[in-house]
């Protein structure tokens, strides 16, 4: 006597192996859960089929999951419009002198160095300065000595360890301050420099520097209208200057 599988008769082996095959993805869309819905209604056992009130579940899901990305993407364009917003804010920096938290120098090509700025929330017994390459690399320790709380400007000479000059490029600076007992003192260093470009990496957008160097756009904290020279010379406080605070 032949003997059926009776799962087979009534569609419940191939909708276990749809259900198998669709539970691959780590997530399921909108197409995926009608496709699932659609497969149920199709293949549901004739002798039991689907309750009522479940069913009515299922459709309720699949609205309040149409609903749901709807927003998603009615957010994805409001965050587009945001970043194309920003961009254009960003180049209207481009030809200023920008104040910004940041820790990089630069040596010129002419041997010249770019200044560093510093806070020191305390008055200091000893201050650090430890210079580091774009490798990582430390090239450079200098010992500052005591300084008072508030703001400092660093000038880096631009040579190592040896006294021999640094080539031309872009290098970092890690401050460490104590004070009289040994303890850490907070430290904030600035960068300044004149914008040339804007970029956007990461969902984060960049002032490009003329020297090469880059600043997180929502780390600026001053804009200062170029008349020929930069905020590093001294300049950013001439009457022909329109400096804004951010």
């Known amino acids: ?14 909708k276990e192996f749809q259900m198998e095959t669709y539970t691959g993805k780590s997530e399921l869309d909108k197409a995926d859960f009608l496709t699932l819905l659609v497969a149920q209604l199709q293949h549901q056992d004739p002798m039991s089929p689907m309750d009522d009130q479940q069913f009515t579940a299922e459709l309720a899901q699949f609205s309040q999951l149409e609903q749901l990305t709807q927003i998603n993407e009615g957010i994805g364009g409001l965050s587009q419009t945001t970043a194309q917003q920003q961009m254009v804010n960003a180049a209207s920096y481009i030809g200023k002198d920008v ?78 301050a104590e004070d009289q007992e040994g303890s850490p003192i907070l430290t904030q260093t600035e960068v300044s420099g004149r914008v040339e470009g804007v970029m956007y990496d990461g969902g984060v957008h960049y002032l490009r520097l003329e020297d090469g160097r880059v600043v997180a756009f929502n780390y600026v904290k001053e804009v200062v209208a170029s008349n020929g020279t930069t905020s590093e010379e001294g300049d950013s406080s001439s009457g022909e200057e329109e400096s804004t605070t951010e």
């Open 1 to 14: 006597m032949q003997v059926y599988d009776s799962s087979h008769i009534t569609g419940k082996a191939e």
């Open 99 to 176: 104040r910004a938290v940041g820790d990089s120098l630069s040596i010129h090509d002419d041997g010249s160095v770019s200044s560093l700025y510093y806070l020191l929330a305390d008055n200091a017994s000893n201050v650090f300065a430890n210079i580091f390459d774009s490798n990582g690399n430390i090239v450079r320790t200098v010992e500052m000595g005591a300084q008072a709380t508030g703001e400092h400007e660093y000038e880096w000479d631009g040579k190592d360890w040896k006294g021999d000059k640094l080539s031309e490029g872009t290098y970092y600076v890690a401050l460490a």
